[in-house]
C-alpha cells in the first residue's frame, strides 16, 4: 500500500534542503545521548559530527574522554550538570561551583568552546528530590564564571519537559503548573537578567505515541492537509510550534515576554513505536531544521529565533522506558545518516 508515498516526500524533502541550503555555519545543533555500550570512540564520532558540518553538540553530562575528544575541534559545547550534581553546588557555594567548573570542564576544554551549560535536564520531571536546588546551583555557577569574566560568553540554563506547562491546547490556555511554580518563577527571573535562553525538550512524537487513534499523525509531522489548530488570530498547522507557544504563552502569563527558546532536545524515532520510522523522523527533522535555519521564530513570536538541538545523534541501546526510546539517532554507528538529513 502506498509505496510510492515514501519516495515522493524524500524527493520532496531534496528539494525543500536544496531551497534553504544557507552558507556558513549551521543553526542547528545535535545531542550525543550515551547511554549505549556500542558507541564508536569518541574521536570517530567528532569525525562524524564536523564531516557533516554540524558545529554545536549538547553533551548531557561531562564525560572526560569525551569532552577531550572534543578539545579543538571547532564545535561549540552545550555541557550539562548531571542532576545528582545539583545538591552539592548549591549548597557547597561560588566555591564549590568554581571547583566543579575547573575539575570537570575548563580542565579539558576551552571555556570559549562552551556555549551553554544545562544545569541539570528535566529535573522537575524526573527528579524532584533536586528541584530546590537547581536555581541556588545556578546562581553559583553565574557567579563563578562572571569571576572568571565567562558569564558573557556562557550561558546558564535549566531544559524543562513540556510537563512544566498545563492545559497546552490550545496554546493561549496555557500556564505553568502549580507544582513547578517554585521553581519556575525564580528560573525565569535568573533567565531575565542573565540574558539566557529558556531551554525546552519537546517531543510531538510521544505525543503521538502515546494516543495514535486520536492524536492527528499529520499535525504531530508536519503534513501541509493536518486540520490545523486555531487559536484567536493564530492557525497553527503542527504541533511543534504549537507546543513551543504554549511555553511562550505561561511565559507571558508569569510576566516574561521576550525570553528567548531554545529547543534543548526534540526529534522523532526510527522504529519501536507507532509511526517511527526512517521516512517519518526525515519528514519531522527536516521541518524543525528548515524552521530553525531560516532562523524562524514561532507564530506568536516570529521575529525572536528559536535555536535547536535535535536528539539523538546515535541510537542508545541501554535506555530504560519504552523501546523506541533506543531508537532516536540520526546517524548510523558506522557515521552514515539513518534518513536524508540536510544539516545547512
Ligand atoms: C556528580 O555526579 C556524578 C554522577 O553523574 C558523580 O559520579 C559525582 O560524584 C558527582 N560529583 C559531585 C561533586 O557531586
Redesign the pocket.
Known amino acids: 500500500m502506498a509505496r510510492q508515498s515514501p519516495l515522493i516526500l524524500t524527493t520532496l524533502l531534496s528539494v525543500i534542503a536544496t531551497a534553504t541550503l544557507v552558507t556558513g555555519e549551521s543553526k542547528v545543533g545535535i545531542c550525543y545521548g550515551t547511554n549505549s555500550d556500542d558507541l564508536p570512540p569518541a574521536f570517530a564520532v567528532v569525525d562524524i559530527i564536523k564531516g557533516n558540518h554540524i558545529s554545536k553538540v549538547r553533551l548531557f ?1 561531562p564525560n572526560p574522554p569525551t569532552l577531550k575528544a572534543f578539545k579543538g575541534s571547532g564545535i561549540e559545547l552545550m555541557i550539562g ?5 545539583l ?3 548549591s549548597t ?1 557555594g561560588v566555591d ?1 561551583a568554581t571547583e ?1 567548573l575547573k575539575t ?1 570542564i575548563f580542565d579539558i576544554v576551552p571555556a570559549n568552546q562552551v556555549k551553554y551549560i544545562a544545569v541539570g535536564n528535566e529535573v522537575l520531571l524526573r527528579d524532584t528530590f533536586y528541584a530546590e536546588h537547581i536555581v541556588p546551583a545556578m546562581k553559583n555557577l553565574y557567579q563563578a564564571l562572571k569571576n572568571q569574566d565567562l558569564d558573557g560568553k556562557i550561558k546558564l540554563s535549566s531544559p524543562q519537559a513540556s510537563s512544566v506547562l498545563e492545559s497546552t491546547n490550545p496554546p493561549s490556555s496555557a500556564v505553568f503548573a502549580d507544582s513547578s511554580l517554585s521553581v519556575i518563577r525564580p528560573l525565569l527571573a535568573f533567565l531575565k537578567e542573565t540574558g539566557a535562553p529558556l531551554m525546552v525538550n519537546t517531543y510531538p512524537y510521544f505525543a503521538y505515541a502515546s494516543d495514535p487513534n486520536n492524536v492527528p499523525l499529520g499535525f504531530t509531522i508536519f503534513s501541509s492537509d493536518a486540520s490545523p489548530v486555531q487559536d484567536g488570530g493564530i492557525k497553527y498547522t503542527n504541533m511543534y510550534e504549537a507546543s513551543l507557544d504554549a511555553f511562550v504563552v505561561a511565559m507571558e502569563k508569569e510576566g516574561y515576554k521576550d525570553i528567548p527558546l531554545t529547543v534543548s532536545e526534540t526529534g522523532w524515532p526510527t522504529s519501536g513505536g507507532p509511526g517511527a520510522e526512517p521516512i517519518k523522523a526525515s519528514v519531522y527533522n527536516n521541518n524543525v531544521i528548515w524552521r530553525a535555519l531560516g532562523g524562524q521564530g514561532t507564530p506568536k513570536r516570529p521575529h525572536i529565533p528559536v535555536e535547536v538541538y535535535l536528539f539523538d545523534l546515535l541510537d542508545e541501546n541501554l535506555k530504560d522506558g519504552q523501546e523506541f526510546e533506543k531508537h532516536f539517532g540520526i546517524f548510523n554507528l558506522d557515521g552514515s545518516t539513518a534518513y536524508s538529513l540536510r544539516f545547512n
Open positions: 553530562n550538570v548531571p542532576n545528582e550534581n545538591t552539592y553546588i557547597g564549590a566543579w570537570n
